[in-house]
């Protein structure tokens, strides 16, 4: 059960209801918008900060190449570092 207290000014009582609402459906809009990008770009979805970076970059060098999709021909030496597990250059 959900407890109200009501103040005496039924203008600020609608005023914290409006806002409340407000609050709600703007949340409902982020979680619906995120899960239809999700479900869009499901790659994209899982990538955060320089992960999409790294992503772009790929993108970038198969467009340059001409390599079509899934088909990686050349990749430059700062894709290959962000790729990296350990973030730096394994070719010791």
């Known amino acids: 059960m959900l407890i109200v207290k009501m103040t005496e000014d039924l203008y600020f009582d609608a005023a914290l209801a409006a806002v409340g609402l407000l609050i709600t459906l703007f949340v ?4 619906r918008s995120t899960q239809t990008f ?5 790659a994209q979805a899982l ?6 970076v790294a992503y772009k970059q790929i993108e970038a060098d198969m467009a ?7 088909e990686m021909k ?8 962000l790729l990296s597990p350990s973030g730096s250059n394994n070719a010791e």
């Open 47 to 52: 990538l955060e900060g320089a992960e999409i």
């Open 74 to 81: 050349r990749v430059n030496s700062t894709t290959q570092e």
């Open 28 to 31: 409902v809009w982020f979680v």
């Open 64 to 70: 340059t190449a001409g390599t079509p999709p899934g």
């Open 38 to 42: 999700a479900e869009a770009n499901p």
